[in-house]
């Protein structure tokens, strides 16, 4: 009876052993990104308390651009990152 459990452990610390990560092959090439995609979002524009219509139409236009503008940059970002990685999508 000993021995049937000391073969027992040794058995189950060698199936522990046996696991082996998988291998994960290196992207050689060189990867070369613009300072663009090292630049920050740029903060949106802030009203002052009694703005104009003018002011506050010229504020919404430049929010947008400046939102389109970071959002492109989020959409590239993700592209290097899934290119670089050779990951897929997730589909839900």
């Given amino acids: 009876m000993k021995t049937?459990?000391?073969t027992l452990i040794f058995s189950i610390m060698l199936l522990g052993c046996a696991h082996t990560s998988p291998t994960v092959v290196?992207?050689?090439k060189p990867v070369i990104l613009s300072e663009y995609v090292?630049?920050?979002c740029k903060s949106l524009n802030t009203l002052p308390i009694e703005a104009s219509f003018e002011v506050?139409?010229?504020s919404y236009i430049n929010n947008i651009a400046i939102y389109t503008d970071c959002k492109n940059k989020q959409n590239n970002?993700?592209?290097i990152i899934r290119e670089l990685t050779n990951t897929v999508k997730?589909?839900?």
């Fill in 90 to 92: 997730e589909t839900k």
């Fill in 38 to 40: 090292y630049e920050p």
């Fill in 4 to 6: 049937t459990c000391i």
């Fill in 56 to 58: 506050l139409l010229e």
């Fill in 26 to 28: 290196g992207n050689n």
């Fill in 77 to 79: 970002s993700i592209k």
